[in-house]
Each structure stands twice: as C-alpha cells, then as structure tokens.
C-alpha cells in the first residue's frame, strides 16, 4: 500500500529539475596565465539530442570591456545526435585569444531555425571545463555547465554562492557575465558563516561583458551575496566564483542559488525575469575556427 502511495505521488508530482534551453551563458572561459603557477584553458561541448541537424552559434564576451559594438561570432550546424568536443576553445584553433578571459554565449541561430517553446526544437546540451595545466604536473578542472539564459539573475531575485574562502589553503575568485545591453551595477555582500556581513560593494558589468575579480575579504566557509542595484529593466546577469587551490591550483566551480528570499530587506524592485531572446551582442565573423573542421 505504501509504494503504491509513494507511485501516486510520483506520478502526480512535476519533476522539476533544470530542462534543456535554446540559449546558453557560459559564464566563465579562459586561456591565460593565472596566479601560482596556474594556467588556464576551457573546454565547450555541445550535445544534439535531435535526428535533425541543429544550426547554432557560439560569441566569445571578453572580459573588461563593453561588448555593445560587437563581439567574435562562429556559426555552424550540430549533426544529428552529436556531440561536439571545442577543446581549448579559446586557444590557437578556436578564438585564438591567449591571454585573455571571458564567458561565452551558445544559442540555437533563430536566424536560421525557427524555435518553437512548446516543442522544444531549439533546444540541446552545453557544458564546458576549466582547467589548469599547472603548477603540479597533470591538470586540475572544475565543470561549467552553461547555464539557461532565461534563468540568470535579474532584480527579482538574490544570487547566493556559498563556501567561498579567501585565507591560507585557498583563494577565490568571484564574476558576473551579463546578457544586458547597458552598464548594471551588481550589488556584493561577502557574509561569514555566522551571517555577519564582513563588508558590502559594488562592481559595474559592461554591456554584454563580463567582469572577475579576487575576493579581498579574510573568510574561510563564507557566503557571498550578489544582486542588481542599478541598470536597464532587462537586466540578465550570471554571477558564479572559483574556489582554488593554493597549492595545487584545484578549483571548484560554485554555481549561483536565485531566491526572492530577502529582496524586500536589499530595498529592490521585483519583476519578472526579462526575455533575452533577440538581445544579443552584434556578430564580428572570425576567420578562422578549426575546431569546427570534423570529418563529416
């Protein structure tokens, strides 16, 4: 009698984990010499679930810049069921973009397809790692799931990232990518376990930039808190920190937790999560993409 109850249940009950999207933000990549020793390189993969060939695009948002004007854009087809490894996706045969930082967007070209929410067409798998080659021998990685971008972080909601620590063992480096066409001013609370806030600023994100910095506050097991202050209604930006290593260079990926929970208490205005779909950053056509030359 108990498990038929308990298959009621289930069956009634609307699983609820994260479904596939059209459109992606992958809010950090990088190819570039970091702290210690560290030397960092990304990884995209790209999975169709479809027995039609997906056409898709893949932008390059550097770090520290504003984006409005146009950013490095490929456009490709996914075959059918395929999944599509970019290795070192911003190295010498992807962007050719050593030395630099930054996040990507990977969507379905609505340029080229019509998509349809109701019959998810457009949507398909984005995941990516970031690793370094040093300073021990062998290589330590953390995954970046791409993260939908219809559900970032707009001024509806707080974005927590937890068990962040900046003392002797380890170093963490926290950044925001943004979807919005304007400056936005992120709101930061670096909270210590006990919820004390240890000390509260504020960063500018360019317009579909992306900005990483270290945190400069002693904690160990800490919370940091971030959230939109100012910008355009449309906001949309994806926070996240690294938690590394410091001797070893081992990093953890710590993925943002939305929550309306104590908006009221930040004195923001709550709205519904804005559209992204069809405001994106203009093209700029790289030349040369030699990842994408597989044998079909």
């Known amino acids: 009698m108990k498990k038929l109850v308990l298959l009621t249940l289930l069956a009634a009950t609307q699983v609820t984990a994260r479904e596939l999207a059209s459109l992606y933000v992958v809010p950090a990549a990088a190819n570039k010499l970091g702290n210690l020793g560290t030397d960092w390189h990304t990884d995209l993969t790209l999975v169709n679930p479809h027995d039609s060939t997906l056409p898709v695009f893949l932008q390059f948002l550097p770090s520290n810049r504003d984006n409005s004007g146009g950013v490095p854009t490929v456009t490709f087809e996914l075959y059918p069921y395929e999944t599509l490894n970019l290795w070192d996706v911003l190295g010498p045969k992807g962007f050719a973009a050593r030395g630099s930082t930054g996040a990507l967007l990977v969507g379905a070209d609505t340029e080229r397809i019509a998509c349809s929410a109701q019959a998810h ?66 709101g930061v609370d670096v909270q210590a376990p006990d919820g004390r806030i240890l000390r509260r600023t504020s960063t500018w994100v360019p317009p579909f930039g992306h900005v990483q910095w270290g945190l400069d506050t002693t904690v160990t097991g800490g919370t940091v808190v971030m959230y939109v202050k100012s910008g355009p209604a449309d906001a949309m930006l994806f926070p996240y920190a690294s938690v590394v290593n410091q001797r070893s260079g081992d990093p953890v990926y710590v993925e943002a937790h939305m929550t309306v929970v104590g908006v009221s208490a930040q004195g923001l205005e709550g709205r519904a999560a804005a559209a992204v779909q069809g405001k994106l950053p203009p093209r700029q056509p790289v030349r040369s993409f030699e990842l994408l030359q597989r044998g079909r």
């Not at 690793?131 to 509806?156: C, H, K, N, R, W």
């Open 121 to 186: 067409n457009c949507d398909f798998v984005v995941t990516s790692r970031t690793y370094t080659i040093g300073p021990l021998p062998g290589e330590f990685g953390q995954a970046l799931p791409g993260f939908p971008a219809q559900l970032g972080m707009d001024a509806s909601v707080l974005a927590y990232l937890p068990q962040v620590s900046r003392d002797g063992d380890f170093r963490t480096n926290l950044g925001v990518a943004s979807l919005a066409g304007a400056w936005v001013e992120v």
